[in-house]
């Protein structure tokens, strides 16, 4: 362990880890066709199916094995980071690892090619989000082909892009690199980006300072060159119960929830009519969103509690403190009255999430790699949050690009088209054209 590095965060290399397996969580009990899946390696698939998509037979098999791996959010991911590290030994690539607290889950860092500042981040998150509930036609653990597409959990959101990178490996250390190309797979990233800060920590505690990071989310391969900032809160109202024949006597909660549910309402009407704008995203304005929404506990008693959870998705030049600001101000309005039936009651806000936003810049130097692997001009931004605002406020300037569209991701049947994949595996080719030299 690195004199340098927090207590909190264990850092092994490969060859360390595999000696010592403790903090691994039990392997649960399988499906028979699971555990056949587990065993085995990526190999060639279906010759047919890469022939008429372009997509290799390595990098599908890479998809095909990592979706394998139930890596819900609520679920270890050392299975799938393990057999990940394992394979980057093979091809004489050594991992750093970052665990959370109960060393059951664990990011993961490597290097290709020369020990020097700077170089390409090439990053993705291993979790998913569940299944429960969804009614999928194919088994949600195998990535299934139907007609021009792959569905499965984690084809588009977001396995594939680290499936295809981890595939482009053995390529990768056979060119002479005039600059480093880095692996970094984190855990959580599904429940508030969590994992990604330890890794990122990490990199600076040991000094790596990389050059510029690709977040391979699903952006249809199209550029990303920004995202909105996210603020989620809870809104708890404490009213006054009564017998609902003696209304005046009491505080009702539910209504007053809604009050303010309706003033939300009216802030995001604002913000759609009147702006301000930003073109470039696929939602031009800041949004406000309620989600859930509790109280009350039967009809003929006026509800002592009710709370719900609220958010904003902000563009760069609208401040969530400030709107924050707006709404408690709007609720202070009703404590005068609520106080004069019982001085206990009142509103309280607790912030949920925090996720900042970014801007690459147009005419940045990541930006500007990213237009030479993608062979275009034009960039997007987009109002879902990522960890690429992490990275980049950590001062490693940072772009979104990968197969799949933000549409099909966390949907039963999740699915990624075979075009998609394709057009990955040659945006990567092109990165590594850009930094490494084939004939060497």
Request: charged share 20%.
């Amino acid at each position: 362990m690195s004199p340098n590095v927090a207590p909190n965060v264990a850092q092994l290399t490969i060859r360390q880890k595999m000696g010592n397996r403790q903090g691994c969580a039990v392997p649960r009990c399988l499906p028979a066709w699971r555990r056949e899946s587990r065993a085995s390696r990526p190999n060639a698939m279906n010759p047919p199916l890469i022939e008429s998509t372009g997509l290799s037979a390595a990098s599908l098999a890479m998809i095909r094995h990592l979706v394998s791996f139930d890596t819900t959010s609520r679920e270890s991911n050392l299975e799938l980071i393990e057999w990940v590290s394992a394979y980057l030994q093979e091809h004489a690539v050594e991992s750093r690892l970052t665990f959370d607290d109960t060393r059951k889950k664990a990011n993961l860092f490597a290097t290709i090619g020369p020990r020097i500042d700077g170089g390409v981040v090439l990053s993705g998150h291993t979790d998913v989000v569940p299944v429960d509930g969804q009614a999928w036609d194919t088994d949600p653990w195998e990535a299934t082909h139907a007609g021009d597409r792959l569905v499965g959990r984690g084809v588009c959101d977001m396995k594939s892009f680290i499936a295809i990178a981890l595939a482009l490996v053995p390529e990768m250390t056979q060119c002479d690199l005039g600059r480093p190309l880095h692996f970094a797979l984190s855990y959580d990233e599904e429940v508030g980006c969590i994992g990604v800060r330890r890794l990122i920590a990490d990199l600076a505690n040991v000094g790596y300072a990389p050059g510029g990071c690709i977040v391979g989310e699903p952006t249809g391969m199209e550029l990303v060159v920004a995202h909105k900032g996210k603020r989620s809160y809870r809104c708890r109202v404490r009213g006054f119960e009564s017998h609902s024949a003696l209304t005046p006597r009491g505080v009702n909660a539910v209504e007053i929830a809604c009050e303010i549910v309706t003033y939300l309402r009216g802030m995001a009407k604002r913000f759609r009519e009147q702006g301000r704008f930003d073109n470039n995203y696929d939602v031009p304005f800041t949004t406000v969103h309620v989600g859930t929404i509790k109280g009350g506990t039967a009809l003929n008693i006026v509800p002592r509690d009710c709370e719900f959870a609220f958010e904003f998705r902000c563009l760069p030049f609208d401040d969530p403190d400030t709107l924050l600001g707006e709404v408690q101000a709007y609720a202070a309005r009703f404590l005068p009255e609520m106080h004069a039936v019982a001085a206990d009651t009142g509103i309280t806000f607790e912030q949920l999430s925090a996720l900042p936003g970014f801007d690459a810049g147009a005419d940045s130097e990541i930006v500007e790699l990213g237009r030479c692997c993608n062979h275009g001009t034009t960039f997007n931004k987009v109002s879902f949050g990522a960890e690429a605002s992490l990275f980049h406020n950590a001062g490693i300037p940072t772009i979104l690009c990968g197969p799949g569209h933000i549409a099909q991701a966390h949907q039963p049947n999740e699915w990624v088209t075979l075009e998609q994949l394709a057009r990955c595996e040659t945006f990567l080719r092109r990165l590594l054209d850009q930094v490494g030299n084939r004939n060497a």
